[in-house]
């Protein structure tokens, strides 16, 4: 779900959802963050998706 957000824009209610995701599914979302982190079409987007998950 993390990597279709990241991608194409989909899922986005359930990505950003911080308060209704469980421990495992924060784990997969950080890990698909990681992956795209450093590409530039993507960066963007991970680092907000990242500033969600710790604010």
């Known amino acids: 779900m993390s990597e279709m957000y990241i991608l194409y824009d989909e ?3 359930g990505i950003m ?3 209704d ?3 495992n599914q ?4 950080i890990e ?3 992956l795209y982190f450093n590409k530039e079409k993507y960066s963007e987007k991970v ?3 990242l500033k969600a998950f710790f604010n």
């Open 47 to 49: 680092k907000n998706l």
């Open 17 to 19: 959802a911080v308060e």
């Open 26 to 29: 924060v784990k997969g979302i």
């Open 21 to 23: 995701i469980d421990e």
């Open 32 to 34: 698909m963050t990681i």
């Open 11 to 13: 899922f986005s209610e």
